[in-house]
């Protein structure tokens, strides 16, 4: 099977679902913050990783065999996929201000990223290519540097509601 067919639910949720359920959610999650020094430089290796990402799948075959990769992989692309279902639409609701602390936002303020990176884990060991697995890695350390931006507007922009919102709720897990 062609690892592009493990891109069309990913594809699906975060686009379709989301324009789905509100139409300017596409708008609030392909904004990005601000940057400045190092973020703009993440930035753009955030923005490779994802053409690397999902031009490397298209090249990929998933590899269905009766070993402990390809049920990890399975077990955590689905999981990447439902974390990815559930943070889209409770991304789809945020507040009257525009924040998002309802649902699983209320359990970790990046859940969106966390379900992008377990999902591509999945689909790294799906394909048994550790290239993919690499690229993940860096896809993961670029996003850190994206949240960290979005964090620092988002502390502008709400104030100390989003600072208490950060007190309570942890960034990833």
């Known amino acids: 099977m062609n690892g592009f067919l493990l891109l069309l639910p990913f594809l699906l949720i975060r686009f379709g679902v ?15 913050a601000p940057m400045a020094g190092n973020e703009i430089a993440a930035y753009w290796i955030y923005q490779l990783s994802n053409i690397a990402l999902f031009g490397g799948l298209c090249f990929l075959t998933v590899i269905i065999e009766f070993s402990w ?6 077990i955590l692309y689905l999981s990447g996929l439902l974390l990815c279902a559930i ?3 409770n991304f789809a609701y ?4 525009g924040l998002n602390y309802n649902g699983i936002y209320g359990l970790s303020r990046n ?7 377990i999902y591509f884990i999945g689909c790294a ?9 690499g690229i993940v ?12 931006s979005e964090e620092r507007w988002c502390v502008e922009k709400f104030g100390e509601e989003y600072k208490q919102y950060m007190r309570k ?5």
Do not use: E
Not at 137 to 148: E, G, T, Y
């Open 18 to 32: 989301l324009s789905a359920l509100n139409k300017d959610g596409i708008k609030r999650a392909a904004h990005f």
């Open 69 to 74: 990769q390809f049920y990890t992989g399975l």
């Open 87 to 89: 943070s889209v639409i």
């Open 94 to 97: 945020p507040s009257k201000d």
């Open 111 to 117: 859940p969106m990223y966390l379900s992008y990176f």
């Open 125 to 133: 060991l799906l394909t048994q290519s550790w290239i993919l697995f």
């Open 137 to 148: 890695l860096v896809f993961q350390i670029s996003s850190h540097w994206i949240i960290l």
């Open 169 to 173: 709720v942890r960034r990833y897990i």
